[in-house]
């Protein structure tokens, strides 16, 4: 199992505020860095596949970045609003000693109150 | 519409009673994999199969059995269920890319909760 820690565990912030969240992995072997937003009683769903050093996506309010060199990926949510509640997972894909893995980290879940 | 559809979505059973969950995709997906979510422990990998025929172990193997004998199914066997099997189950498939290394995003079934007395 390769190690993909998430930080902070939990976040809570008010409506409006920003806010960020981090993902670390090993930098060798780099193939790509997944981010997942998974709500409540639902099922995860891809916010961002990254594959490049220097890489930033984004999605309405919602950015990453990518550092592969140093081994971690920023989630940024500006303006959070109450529907951003969720757990925000980052997944990285390797080969291990059982074959092919997608290790996922235990997630930061967030709470954003009115 | 494109989805991953598990089955069934809740289920309540006794330890050592047989049980499959099937997972059926309609993209066309090459990588299918089960994942179990437990508290505390984040989304760990079961098995996982990079095509027809060919599927492996992930992370917490034990206990469970998967076929992969069409491109669309992936089904997930316990053959004699303990109650440390009791979680919720998630299916997921993607396309596989750069050599088998899935750069391409997971498309995630709703989830099967298996409480297991």
Known sequence: ?114 | EAQVTQNPRYLITVTGKKLTVTCSQNMNHEYMSWYRQDPGLGLRQIYYSMNVEVTDKGDVPEGYKVSRKEKRNFPLILESPSPNQTSLYFCASSLSLAGGLNTGELFFGEGSRLTVL
């Open chain 1, 1 to 114: 199992i390769l190690n993909v820690e998430q930080s902070p565990q939990s976040l809570h912030v008010q409506e409006g505020d920003s806010t960020n969240f981090t993902c670390s992995f090993p930098s060798s072997n780099f193939y790509a860095l997944h981010w997942y937003r998974w709500e409540t009683a639902k099922s995860p769903e891809a916010l961002f596949v990254m594959t490049l050093n220097g890489d930033e996506k984004k999605k309405g309010r919602i950015s990453a970045t990518l550092n592969t060199k140093e081994g971690y990926s920023y989630l940024y949510i500006k303006g959070s609003q109450p529907e951003d509640s969720a757990t925000y997972l980052c997944a990285f894909p390797a080969i291990s000693n059982s074959g092919y893995a997608l290790n996922f980290g235990k997630g930061t879940s967030l709470l954003v109150t009115p």
